[in-house]
């Protein structure tokens, strides 16, 4: 197998692990980063990283069930007049 064959076949799957590797690495300093900055101001912190996942949680699952319904309505809706 040639170079351009592997990299026809394998290529587009390598570059999206690097891809992968590369967001994921991003978010995991970043997220250090902001533990690390929270850490450091003691209880003040804990109630300021508190209060981000309590209001991360809540847009999260507002946009999660809002879908969820839009979904679940147009699938299992039933418009049919009642007699």
């Not at 450091?40 to 999260?60: Q, Y």
């Not at 699952?61 to 699938?75: H, L, P, V």
Request: charged share 15%.
């Amino acid at each position: 197998m040639d170079f351009a064959l592997f990299m026809e076949k394998y290529g587009y799957k390598i570059l999206l692990a690097v891809i992968f590797i590369g967001i994921f690495g991003l978010i995991g300093y970043v997220m250090f980063g902001l533990l690390k900055m929270i850490s450091g101001l003691g209880v003040l912190g804990l109630g300021a990283g508190l209060a981000l996942l309590i209001a991360m949680r809540m847009l999260i699952a507002g946009r999660y069930y809002e879908a969820y319904g839009e979904a679940m309505g147009k699938y299992f809706y039933d418009n049919r007049r009642k007699n």
